[in-house]
């Protein structure tokens, strides 16, 4: 007879040195189970996988990009280009990600994932942070179904609150949607779920979120909802 085991759930550390996003986050996550939130580097947090926002080439030559190639070395941005060339074309759309092997014992992966197309842009009145956030935890729902039980943790930074120049509370609510979303639905699509995020969340545009917001998943979507 086989058993069947539920999931481990995932232990997320949201960290970052902007302190205002660190106390968006507090208001945004308040409660959640599972989330635990500091202020500081994310190369000091000790989990199974870094979130880096990127840019669609994978181009890790400015933010968070910059600093992680640094720690981690040159061979990183091999590792996101190679794994953007082979599965998307040369080019990752905003709400998709990759996870590649970081080479190194902390993080042992790394999850790229872009909040903008080019390298430095204002992305303060799109939706690209739900759908970075989003896509980053789906990629940890796609490395643990090919690797059961390979990332139990990760780690994020406030995604767009620097370069895309996202205010902290848009930030932390937009965020908290995209880990919402995780925690109900795996997505086997990524037009899913860019679908899902932008058909829901268009009205926010135009008056910004001042609380976060609960996507509701259609039942067309291709994919598993989560028990």
């Known amino acids: 007879m086989t058993v069947k085991h539920a999931p481990q759930p995932l232990r997320v550390v949201l960290t970052d040195l902007n302190t205002g996003v660190v106390a968006a986050w507090r208001t945004a996550f308040a409660g959640t189970p599972g989330v635990e939130i500091r202020t500081g580097s994310i190369l000091d947090v000790d989990v199974d996988a870094w979130v880096t926002p990127t840019n669609s080439r994978g181009r890790m030559d400015g933010g968070l990009d910059a600093v992680i190639k640094r720690h981690l070395g040159a061979g990183i941005q091999l590792r996101v280009q190679r794994a953007i060339r082979d599965g998307h074309g040369g080019e990752l759309k905003v709400g998709g990600a990759v996870c590649v092997p970081s080479g190194a014992a902390v993080p042992r992966f790394l999850i790229s994932t872009p909040t903008m197309r080019t390298s430095a842009q204002n992305v303060s009145q799109t939706l690209n942070v739900a759908l970075a956030c989003a896509a980053a935890f789906q990629a940890v729902h796609r490395q643990n179904a090919a690797t059961p039980g390979s990332i139990a943790s990760v780690a994020l930074v406030g995604l767009g609150a620097q370069t895309g120049q996202v205010p902290p509370q848009v930030c932390a609510n937009l965020m908290w949607t995209g880990h919402s979303l995780f925690e109900d639905h795996e997505f086997t699509d990524e037009d899913d779920l860019r679908a899902t995020v932008t058909g829901q969340l268009d009205d926010l545009l135009a008056a910004p979120a001042d609380r ?11 994919g598993t909802r989560r028990r």
Do not use: E, I, N, S
Request: glycine share 0%; proline share 18%.
């Open 212 to 222: 976060p917001h609960r996507l509701a998943v259609p039942a067309t979507t291709r």
